[in-house]
């Protein structure tokens, strides 16, 4: 049933916005997997909301992950404008004009008019993410995905405050649209993030951001692979976002929704839920068995050692692939803190060629152990930031790429970005002094590693 001007939630992240027709989808994963075959859709598109898609005139692509930017669903989408966030590298604006689209930058903070009664503006962030903010009759939508305030709270706050009714859509989830797959030392798999009531979680954001109603998003997947389904685990049903939620101080809308922002009716869309069988690794070209040949483990250390930043706090990345090692020495002498990645020879050599290993560690399939002193966060922040947001999509590698890289979102608002900054140094203090169990649990001295030294030594002189 068409409706004149508002909105609707579907699929992963996508919010098609209405003014007369349809007019644009944001991150349309509408077909096809994610990351290496390891995602699908939780929820059918319907078959409605499948044509709008194909008949908005314009597109927009938050960042670079295959559930926000789909190879196959883009393939579909060639005859759009692609609208983006004004990313530091310029990666997927040369990577889609590469093949044929038409693509507009959008200049952080600076409203763009798509139709009457509705505009948009975007910002970028130094994490690679982007936020969209939709202006939809006087009606305030929060498109925040899986974007976390890097700088730019304080100015979408002022803004919420300008109007009666807004709306929050923001990743919100147990864990699983990030890495998992931990291990220690002692072969047993790390505690998986706990399960808080995620309806508190999301009401408490809307709260923060000043929005009135919160929508769940950004979520919407399930593990299809043999390998990750054990990730399923940990994902949201739709009746968890209730869980906790305060109804009596703000709306909380289905995940897929159609929102008049005339009438200000809500519809419920009650997309049919995805249930097909889960697929064996080697249909996306994953053998397990299959082991690297000497030329693909110098590719591999290759691609590592150009990521300069890496060397200041991690002394060596291990790689077991069909069964043999290969190991990254990032610091020669020093063999106290690294990662063990157990990965297929497939999807790694992909990660490392079209430089996108962030997919890896999202797809949670691959299986990292933590060697020396980690933190509570995981592979923040020494080894994702480096490698997959300002290396791999910001095209900031060696240290003075990295110093010009964060310089220019510096630029762009100085204020805010050295609060942020200020913050951070303040608080991550105050939580390193919290009893981590990734701490407590894996200490200093490394065991498997002090005994495999000599072992290492001689072995890494074969290739």
Same mark, same amino acid.
């Given at each position: 049933?068409?409706?004149?001007?508002?909105?609707?939630?579907?699929?992963?992240?996508?919010?098609?916005?209405?003014?007369?027709?349809?007019?644009?989808?944001?991150?349309?994963?509408?077909?096809?997997?994610?990351?290496?075959?390891?995602?699908?859709?939780?929820?059918?598109?319907?078959?409605?909301?499948?044509?709008?898609?194909?008949?908005?005139?314009?597109?927009?692509?938050?960042?670079?992950?295959?559930?926000?930017?789909?190879?196959?669903?883009?393939?579909?989408?060639?005859?759009?404008?692609?609208?983006?966030?004004?990313?530091?590298?310029?990666?997927?604006?040369?990577?889609?004009?590469?093949?044929?689209?038409?693509?507009?930058?959008?200049?952080?903070?600076?409203?763009?008019?798509?139709?009457?009664?509705?505009?948009?503006?975007?910002?970028?962030?130094?994490?690679?993410?982007?936020?969209?903010?939709?202006?939809?009759?006087?009606?305030?939508?929060?498109?925040?995905?899986?974007?976390?305030?890097?700088?730019?709270?304080?100015?979408?706050?002022?803004?919420?405050?300008?109007?009666?009714?807004?709306?929050?859509?923001?990743?919100?989830?147990?864990?699983?649209?990030?890495?998992?797959?931990?291990?220690?030392?002692?072969?047993?798999?790390?505690?998986?993030?706990?399960?808080?009531?995620?309806?508190?979680?999301?009401?408490?954001?809307?709260?923060?951001?000043?929005?009135?109603?919160?929508?769940?998003?950004?979520?919407?997947?399930?593990?299809?692979?043999?390998?990750?389904?054990?990730?399923?685990?940990?994902?949201?049903?739709?009746?968890?976002?209730?869980?906790?939620?305060?109804?009596?101080?703000?709306?909380?809308?289905?995940?897929?929704?159609?929102?008049?922002?005339?009438?200000?009716?809500?519809?419920?869309?009650?997309?049919?839920?995805?249930?097909?069988?889960?697929?064996?690794?080697?249909?996306?070209?994953?053998?397990?068995?299959?082991?690297?040949?000497?030329?693909?483990?110098?590719?591999?250390?290759?691609?590592?050692?150009?990521? &300069?930043? +890496? *060397?200041?706090?991690? /002394?060596?990345?291990?790689?077991?692939?069909?069964?043999?090692? %290969?190991?990254?020495? @990032? $610091?020669?002498?020093?063999?106290?803190?690294?990662?063990?990645?157990?990965?297929?020879?497939?999807?790694?050599?992909?990660?490392?060629?079209?430089?996108?290993?962030?997919?890896?560690?999202?797809?949670?399939?691959?299986?990292?152990?933590?060697?020396?002193?980690?933190?509570?966060?995981?592979?923040?922040?020494?080894?994702?930031?480096?490698?997959?947001?300002?290396?791999?999509?910001?095209?900031?590698?060696?240290?003075?790429?990295?110093?010009?890289?964060?310089?220019?979102?510096?630029?762009?608002?100085?204020? &805010?970005? +050295? *609060?942020?900054?200020? /913050?951070?140094?303040?608080?991550?203090?105050?939580?390193?002094? %919290?009893?981590?169990? @990734? $701490?407590?649990?894996?200490?200093?001295?490394?065991?498997?590693?002090?005994?495999?030294?000599?072992?290492?030594?001689?072995?890494?002189?074969?290739?």
């Amino acid at each position: 049933m068409a409706f004149e001007c508002g909105f609707e939630t579907v699929g992963n992240a996508t919010i098609i916005l209405h003014d007369g027709a349809p007019l644009l989808a944001s991150d349309p994963w509408i077909t096809g997997p994610a990351y290496f075959g390891s995602w699908g859709l939780a929820h059918e598109i319907p078959a409605e909301q499948l044509e709008s898609v194909k008949k908005c005139k314009y597109l927009w692509v938050s960042h670079g992950h295959p559930d926000h930017l789909s190879g196959d669903s883009m393939a579909q989408l060639k005859d759009k404008i692609v609208l983006m966030p004004d990313h530091r590298g310029s990666r997927i604006y040369h990577d889609l004009v590469g093949q044929g689209f038409t693509v507009q930058v959008l200049r952080d903070r600076e409203w763009f008019e798509l139709s009457p009664r509705i505009r948009v503006l975007s910002i970028a962030d130094y994490n690679q993410d982007g936020v969209l903010i939709c202006d939809v009759n006087g009606r305030l939508v929060l498109n925040l995905n899986d974007a976390g305030d890097r700088g730019w709270g304080g100015f979408v706050k002022n803004l919420a405050r300008r109007y009666n009714r807004s709306f929050l859509l923001s990743l919100c989830g147990f864990g699983d649209a990030d890495m998992m797959n931990f291990w220690g030392e002692d072969g047993r798999m790390l505690p998986l993030p706990e399960k808080t009531p995620l309806g508190h979680t999301l009401w408490q954001r809307a709260q923060f951001w000043g929005a009135t109603a919160a929508i769940p998003f950004s979520a919407m997947h399930r593990f299809q692979r043999l390998d990750s389904a054990w990730a399923n685990r940990q994902s949201a049903s739709l009746q968890d976002y209730a869980d906790g939620f305060d109804t009596s101080s703000r709306d909380l809308l289905p995940a897929y929704v159609r929102y008049d922002c005339i009438t200000d009716e809500v519809t419920p869309l009650n997309p049919a839920a995805t249930n097909k069988p889960l697929h064996e690794p080697k249909e996306f070209g994953d053998d397990w068995s299959e082991p690297l040949a000497p030329e693909e483990k110098a590719r591999l250390r290759t691609y590592f050692l150009s990521f &300069e930043a +890496l *060397k200041r706090n991690i /002394d060596f990345l291990r790689f077991v692939v069909g069964g043999d090692e %290969t190991i990254v020495e @990032l $610091r020669p002498g020093n063999f106290e803190r690294g990662l063990t990645f157990e990965v297929p020879r497939g999807s790694l050599l992909s990660a490392v060629q079209w430089e996108i290993f962030d997919d890896l560690l999202i797809g949670n399939f691959m299986k990292v152990t933590l060697h020396g002193e980690w933190g509570p966060h995981g592979l923040y922040p020494d080894f994702t930031p480096w490698v997959a947001k300002y290396g791999d999509n910001g095209r900031a590698k060696t240290m003075s790429e990295l110093r010009e890289y964060h310089r220019s979102y510096f630029r762009r608002a100085p204020a &805010e970005y +050295l *609060k942020h900054k200020f /913050d951070i140094g303040f608080l991550m203090p105050l939580k390193e002094q %919290t009893a981590s169990l @990734l $701490r407590s649990r894996l200490g200093a001295n490394s065991v498997f590693f002090r005994g495999a030294k000599k072992a290492y030594w001689t072995m890494r002189t074969r290739f």
